[in-house]
T-cell receptor, first 109, second 106 residues
Framework: EAQVTQNPRYLITVTGKKLTVTCSQN?????MSWYRQDPGLGLRQIYY???????DKGDVPEGYKVSRKEKRNFPLILESPSPNQTSLYFC????????FGPGTRLTVT | RKEVEQDPGPFNVPEGATVAFNCTYS??????FFWYRQDCRKEPKLLMS???SGNEDGRFTAQLNRASQYISLLIRDSKLSDSATYLC???????FGKGTRLSVIA
């Protein structure tokens, strides 16, 4: 089954404790991206990747890192999370239409 | 960067009504167009692709107007289950607008 998976689905953490949200796709897509969604602000792109070892900043990259060492995985790294990164995060992949993961609800206290 | 503009709504319509949304895009080089549907707190899902010749899928019709740089989505005979936010992304790198919120009321 073609899918995008994200883990964890829910995470509550404290300020400053490094965390990684994993994203994996099994459709051999070159393009992958991360979004955050906050009430009233819609989907905002954090980072995207056009292919392995190629990543670029989206609209709101501050406080985030990504890596693309292999085609299927595109982890999102928060080196020192802060409360303003509390949000709903979506990973997506697709060369044309996008397939989204189920989302990760992150709370930073 | 505002690649796409959508009326955020909400559009509150009675069951059975016909409703239409537009999405204007700024990148004239855009080649691929899509409509997505997002239910509350869920991931966006592809609703339909938008072809130059238009695209119809049951009660849903999507059209592209390249001259005026907008795409449209028409929903006929609205159902309660159509209540959702409808999104149209700009071209790669993909930028989504805030979407248009539709509430179908019994």
């Amino acid at each position: 089954e073609a899918q995008v998976t994200q883990n964890p689905r829910y995470l509550i953490t404290v300020t400053g404790k490094k965390l990684t949200v994993t994203c994996s796709q099994n459709m051999n897509h070159e393009y992958m991206s991360w979004y955050r969604q906050d009430p009233g602000l819609g989907l905002r792109q954090i980072y995207y990747s056009m292919n392995v070892e190629v990543t670029d900043k989206g609209d709101v990259p501050e406080g985030y890192k990504v890596s693309r060492k292999e085609k299927r995985n595109f982890p999102l790294i928060l080196e020192s999370p802060s409360p303003n990164q509390t949000s709903l995060y979506f990973c997506a992949s697709g060369n044309y239409e996008q397939y989204f993961g189920p989302g990760t609800r992150l709370t930073v206290t | 960067r505002k690649e796409v503009e959508q009326d955020p709504g909400p559009f509150n319509v009675p069951e059975g009504a016909t409703v239409a949304f537009n999405c204007t895009y700024s990148n004239s080089a855009s080649q691929s167009f899509f409509w997505y549907r997002q239910d509350c707190r869920k991931e966006p899902k592809l609703l339909m692709s938008v072809y130059s010749s238009g695209n119809e899928d049951g009660r849903f019709t999507a059209q592209l107007n390249r001259a005026s740089q907008y795409i449209s989505l028409l929903i006929r005979d609205s159902k309660l289950s159509d209540s959702a936010t409808y999104l149209c992304p700009g071209n790669t790198p993909l930028v989504f607008g805030k979407g248009t919120r539709l509430s179908v009321i019994a």
